[in-house]
C-alpha cells in the first residue's frame, strides 16, 4: 500500500516537473517580457505626437491583449486545450458585450476620439452641459478638470454623441459683455466709455476692440463690446473689462440702467 502511494506522489511529482514548473517559468518570464514591452510602448507614447489625454487609454488596451495571450499560452504549457477555452471565450465574449453595451459603447467612443481629434490634452472644452479642461482619454471615460479644480468623468459615448465646444483650438477668443445704459446719456460717450474700458493690456489690436448699440430696451439702450484675447487670459480680461467700465462709468457720470416703470397719474 506504502509502496502504491510512493508511486503515486512520484507521479505527480514528476507531472508537477514536467508541466507545472515549465508554466511557472512561462509565467515569470512572459510577466517580464510584458513590463518591458510596457516602458518601450510608455517611451514610445511620450516620444509621439499623440495627445498625452490618450495615452491611458492605448497603454490600458494593450495591458489587456498582453496578459490575455499569455494565459492562453500558459495554459497551453499545462497541457490545456486552449482551442476550446477560446472558444469558450467567444460564447462568454457574445453573453458579456450583451451585458455591458453600455462600457463597450464608451471604449468604442474612445477610438473614435482618438480618430476623430475633437480636442487635445490641455484645452478648454465645453461637452454638453459640463466644461473644464482636458486631463485624461480613459478606456470608457474622459475627464475634465474644472476651473474650481473638481474633476468631471464623462462616459466616452456621451462625449461622441454631444456637442462638443472647443475654446482652444484657435489660440484666441472673443470677450462679449452687455451692458444697459439709460437713454438720456448720449450713445456716443457710452460708446467710447466701453472702448476705453476695453482697452486693456491683454486685449488683442487686431482685431480692435468694438463697441455698439446691441438693442433699445424697454428701460434702457443696450449695448455690447468686444474684444479678442488669447484663450489663456479669457477670465483675467473679462474680469478686469467689468471692473473698467464700472470705474469710467462712474468716472465719466454714465448712469447704468437695472429695470424700473414709470407711473405717470393725473
Known amino acids: 500500500m506504502l ?54 487609454l492605448i497603454k ?13 499560452i500558459v495554459a ?3 497541457g490545456i486545450d486552449v482551442t476550446g477555452i477560446i472558444a469558450l471565450a467567444s460564447v462568454l465574449t457574445l453573453a458579456v458585450s450583451l451585458a455591458l453595451q453600455n462600457m463597450l ?34 478606456m470608457t471615460y474622459t475627464k475634465l478638470q474644472t476651473p474650481d479644480n473638481k474633476i468631471i468623468s464623462i462616459p466616452n459615448s456621451t462625449v461622441v454623441a454631444g456637442d462638443i465646444v472647443n475654446y482652444t483650438a484657435t489660440g484666441t477668443r472673443r470677450v462679449d459683455v452687455a451692458i444697459r445704459a439709460a437713454y438720456c446719456v448720449p450713445t456716443q460717450k457710452v460708446i467710447d466709455a466701453l472702448i476705453q474700458a476695453g482697452t486693456i493690456d491683454k486685449v488683442l489690436l487686431d482685431p480692435a476692440p468694438f463697441a455698439a448699440i ?11 463690446l468686444r474684444v479678442w484675447t488669447k484663450t489663456d487670459d479669457y477670465w483675467d480680461v473679462m474680469f478686469t473689462i467689468n471692473q473698467n467700465v464700472k470705474n469710467i462709468f462712474d468716472a465719466q457720470d454714465i448712469k447704468m440702467s437695472y429695470p424700473h416703470m414709470y407711473v405717470h397719474m393725473k
Open 214 to 224: 446691441a438693442n433699445y430696451g424697454e428701460n434702457a439702450i443696450e449695448y455690447t
Open 76 to 78: 497551453s504549457s499545462l
Open 3 to 56: 509502496s502504491n502511494i510512493e508511486m503515486w506522489a512520484a507521479s505527480l511529482a514528476s507531472i508537477a516537473m514536467t508541466k507545472l514548473l515549465p508554466a511557472v517559468i512561462i509565467l515569470a518570464a512572459g510577466i517580464l517580457v510584458i513590463r518591458i514591452v510596457m516602458a518601450i510602448l510608455n517611451k514610445a507614447l511620450n516620444a509621439s505626437k499623440l495627445e498625452k489625454a490618450a495615452h491611458s
Open 105 to 138: 459603447a464608451n471604449v468604442i467612443g474612445g477610438f473614435t476620439l482618438l480618430y476623430t481629434r475633437p480636442f487635445h490634452s490641455g484645452d478648454y472644452v465645453d461637452i454638453g452641459a459640463d466644461s473644464g479642461t482636458v486631463t485624461e482619454i480613459g
Open 60 to 72: 490600458s488596451l494593450a495591458s489587456v491583449v498582453l496578459y490575455l495571450l499569455l494565459g492562453l
